[in-house]
């Protein structure tokens, strides 16, 4: 946990360009690169209306406090604290890859979830107005994910606001990971840091029986291959 930790990275503006190019050239901004980064590596801008709209959802007085459970970016804490806000992180992913169970390993889930809580997200009831929790639920094991939404539940205050993102893959399909640079109220930079496998597919029945305790969903469509989804307590 930190508000003031910075990830030392120098944000890019390559990709601006080459969004510009494409459009000169009449090309799609939505062919499979630009989901997450050009064919060469390049990251690249992504637009997203939930992350619109999840700062609408919780505009307050200043105070107000998100928390960040991606990769720690400079970006991101310095757009919070510009808003008014108090940002903790806690990067969770590659915590939670070491407690995914290795083949043919049998794991008693109640004593795998509180191994990883006895740890990790020891937060306050109703502590925080916003939670960022971007793609994770795509990686979480089994024996963690509904302890895990419990306790985000239980950290944010009512009428608060998760927003996660949730690939269209298969169960078990390999997919990039990213860090989600916040560019704008409505713009990410998504820079890749590795390689993970999805641990179930997720529709819409799905996600809404994840978060079956919040008051409320929105789902957002996009062009790419994520779907984005608030979940109002």
Sequence with gaps: M???????????????????????????????????ETQDGTPVLRRSSGLREFWKGIEGEPGLQILD???????????????????????????????????????????????FFREN???????FDGILCWDLFDFVPDSLIKPLVARLHHCLRPKGAVLSFFHT??????????????????????????????????????IENLFREFASLKFYLSRDNLREVISIR
Excluded: C
Excluded at 121 to 127: A, I, K, R, T, V
């Design 169 to 206: 893959g298969a169960a078990g399909q390999q997919v990039k990971m990213y860090q989600y640079r916040i560019r704008s109220e409505d713009t990410l930079q998504m820079t890749e840091r590795g390689v993970g496998k999805l641990q179930r597919h997720f529709n819409n029945r799905t």
């Design 2 to 36: 930190s508000d003031s930790m910075s990830d030392g990275a120098v944000i890019s503006y390559f990709g601006d360009f080459k969004r510009l190019l494409r459009r000169a050239l009449g090309q799609s901004e939505t062919s499979p690169a630009a989901a997450g």
């Design 121 to 127: 997200l020891n937060f306050s009831e109703g502590q």
């Design 69 to 115: 459970m991606g990769a720690v970016s400079q970006a991101n804490i310095s757009f919070i604290t510009e808003l008014g806000y108090k940002v903790y992180t806690a990067d969770l992913l590659q915590t939670i890859l070491r407690f995914i169970p290795k083949e043919g390993q049998n794991v008693e889930p109640l004593v795998q979830a509180e191994a």
